[in-house]
T-cell receptor, first 109, second 114 residues
Framework: GQNIDQPTEMTATEGAIVQINCTYQ??????LFWYQQHAGEAPTFLSY??LDGLEEKGRFSSFLSRSKGYSYLLLKELQMKDSASYLC??????????WGAGTKLIIKP | IAGITQAPTSQILAAGRRMTLRCTQD?????MYWYRQDLGLGLRLIHY???????GKGEVPDGYSVSRANTDDFPLTLASAVPSQTSVYFC?????????????FGEGSRLTVL
């Protein structure tokens, strides 16, 4: 079956760096997405990786290793507003998105 | 403001009742989707539409139906609601089919079936 694994919850300190991991096993691969979802709100797009390597976008970076079925989202200079759930999703060979359950990130002052 | 509008935002419904969740987008996106989100689970696809006039079943289609009469609207109907359909429902759209376009989500419809 298809599976996306990510930690359920993480805690970090304001101003610090946090890495959220995502491992996947899917039928084919057509890209990996990261979305941010604040409590009670809709998910919003953060990043897309289809080739191996690191994609940097401001304070957020996303890394992909297709051979390892692994990605991570790196958040730098954490701010209180970064408290949210972070959803990892993989597009399979049928171009369907398979979603992880999300990682709830708690930022402490 | 361009985007996706869902209605209602919240609804309590008696089991056995029929309910339609509305979704309208003004971005002229071809593809639209309905997901449900339950605690501890990833978003699960209910139905999708790659273009107006076509629909397809997702991972959890049973008990739900959709239609896509035009580009902008993609309503989701629960013919006879059951308590297991209590969830938060998100409508989404993208500008590509089978491509790499990001999804744009509506604000969600929280449905409680008693």
């Amino acid at each position: 079956g298809q599976n996306i694994d990510q930690p359920t919850e993480m805690t970090a300190t304001e101003g610090a760096i946090v890495q959220i991991n995502c491992t996947y096993q899917t039928s084919g691969f057509n890209g990996l997405f990261w979305y941010q979802q604040h409590a009670g709100e809709a998910p919003t797009f953060l990043s897309y990786n289809v080739l191996d390597g690191l994609e940097e976008k401001g304070r957020f970076s996303s890394f992909l290793s297709r051979s390892k079925g692994y990605s991570y989202l790196l958040l730098k200079e954490l701010q209180m507003k970064d408290s949210a759930s972070y959803l990892c999703a993989v597009m399979d060979s049928n171009y369907q998105l398979i979603w992880g359950a999300g990682t709830k990130l708690i930022i402490k002052p | 403001i361009a985007g996706i509008t869902q209605a209602p935002t919240s609804q309590i419904l008696a089991a056995g009742r029929r309910m339609t969740l509305r979704c309208t987008q003004d971005m002229r996106h071809n593809a639209m989707y309905w997901y449900r989100q339950d605690l501890g689970l990833g978003l699960r696809l209910i139905h999708y539409s790659n273009t107006a006039g076509t629909t397809g079943k997702g991972e959890v289609p049973d008990g739900y139906s959709v239609s896509r009469a035009n580009t902008d609207d993609f309503p989701l109907t629960l013919a006879s609601a059951v308590p297991s359909q209590t969830s938060v429902y998100f409508c989404a759209s993208s500008d590509g089919t089978g491509g790499t376009g990001e999804l744009f989500f509506g604000e969600g419809s929280r449905l409680t079936v008693l």
